[in-house]
């Protein structure tokens, strides 16, 4: 599911930030202590056709907007380094 994945890639994400951050102070990450999930959010990016709304000024058609859905996740994710 969607949601889901996109829970994942932002652990995933924030897990690499982790590991930069601790490879530049000469660390390594040791342990995960607390993962924070604060949502998941949908976003539409409604995009136009300027075919459909050419169409549509002839009577031809009606006026469709079409697009897609973002859906984003946030996590916090709180490591030990040593």
Request: glycine share 4%; net charge neutral.
């Given at each position: 599911n969607s949601k889901n994945e996109a829970l994942q890639a932002a652990v995933e994400d924030a897990l690499k930030k982790a590991e930069v951050i601790a490879a530049t102070l000469?660390?390594?990450v040791a342990r995960v202590?607390?993962?924070?999930?604060?949502?998941?959010?949908?976003?539409?990016?409604?995009v136009e056709s300027r075919l459909l709304k050419s169409v549509a000024m002839d009577g031809a058609a009606p006026n469709i907007a079409a697009g897609k859905v973002t859906i984003t996740a946030n996590v916090q994710v709180?490591?030990?380094?040593e």
């Open positions: 000469n660390k390594r202590t607390l993962v924070n999930e604060s949502g998941v959010s949908y976003h539409p990016l409604m709180t490591v030990e380094l």
